[in-house]
Every structure is written in C-alpha cells, then in structure tokens.
C-alpha cells in the first residue's frame, strides 16, 4: 500500500494598520507624560481600571497588585527632573492586543524597564497590565 499525506499550512500575517500603532504609540507617551509630570490624572485615562502592575523596585522590593500602586507612587515622587528620559518601542500589536516595551532613566532615581499590554475594547486602547524591573536590581 502506499500513502500520500498531504499538508497545508495556511500563514495568516497579521499586521495592524498604522494608523493603530500611532493610536498604541500615543498611549504609550500618556504613559510618559504621566509619569514625568507626576501626575496620575493622566495615567487614570490610559489605564483599564481592573489593571495591575507587577515588577521589582529593588533587591528586597517588590510590587505586585492593582495599577493603584502606580497612581500612588507617580503622585508620591511628583514631577521628575530635567534628566528624566524615555523611550518607546512597539513589540508586537495585533487587532486588539499590543506589547510596548518604555525605557525610563531618572524616574525618582530609577531606571525602569516597563512592559505594557494595551488591549482594545470599543475602538480604545487601555493598558490592563505593567510589568516592570529597575537596573537597581543588580
């Protein structure tokens, strides 16, 4: 007997149209604009409010629960200083989901790595999650 399988492989690229990476991109300089002014009003209206946050602010320090944390700390450490510097990169943005990837230098005296998963509901994109780590970690 002789068998023939045959396999079909279909590949779906899926890209966003660009116009939706400048909408996850403008979240993302909220996100910024937020934290160098320290003002969590601002942050308020970028964030799902069942977000969280998740990372780890020193060696013996770390944070973990609701986006809360975030606000509180934002208004805690106030306006950054004229050396506060950020940066944004999209890693991955499908129909409804994006990862953007925020570096921060002197942020309270931190540099953060941020990761934040936005997720678009009603043609909005929210940030339902942050992830984090500080290089004063190390």
Same mark, same amino acid.
């Given at each position: 007997?002789?068998?023939?399988?045959?396999?079909?492989?279909?590949?779906?690229?899926?890209?966003? &149209?660009? !116009?939706?990476? +400048?909408?996850? *991109?403008?979240?993302?300089?909220?996100?910024? *604009?937020?934290? =160098?002014?320290?003002? !969590?009003?601002?942050?308020?209206?970028?964030?799902?409010?069942?977000?969280?946050?998740?990372?780890?602010? &020193?060696?013996?320090?770390?944070? +973990?629960?609701? @986006?809360?944390?975030?606000? +509180?700390?934002?208004?805690?450490?106030?306006?950054?200083?004229? /050396?506060?510097?950020?940066?944004?990169? @999209?890693?991955?943005?499908?129909?409804?989901?994006?990862?953007?990837?925020?570096? *921060?230098?002197?942020?309270?005296?931190?540099?953060?790595? &941020?990761?934040?998963?936005?997720? =678009?509901? /009603?043609? *909005?994109? =929210?940030?339902?999650?942050?992830?984090? &780590?500080?290089?004063?970690?190390?």
């Amino acid at each position: 007997y002789k068998f023939e399988i045959k396999i079909y492989i279909y590949i779906k690229i899926m890209r966003a &149209d660009i !116009s939706e990476y +400048e909408k996850v *991109e403008a979240v993302a300089r909220k996100f910024i *604009e937020g934290v =160098k002014n320290g003002k !969590s009003d601002i942050l308020k209206g970028i964030f799902h409010e069942k977000a969280c946050m998740f990372g780890r602010l &020193d060696k013996n320090t770390t944070q +973990e629960g609701s @986006i809360t944390n975030l606000y +509180e700390g934002v208004d805690k450490v106030g306006p950054c200083g004229k /050396d506060y510097v950020a940066r944004v990169d @999209i890693l991955a943005l499908e129909k409804s989901v994006a990862i953007v990837k925020v570096v *921060e230098d002197n942020w309270g005296g931190y540099k953060f790595t &941020d990761f934040l998963t936005l997720w =678009k509901k /009603d043609n *909005e994109w =929210k940030v339902v999650a942050k992830a984090y &780590d500080t290089l004063n970690c190390q």
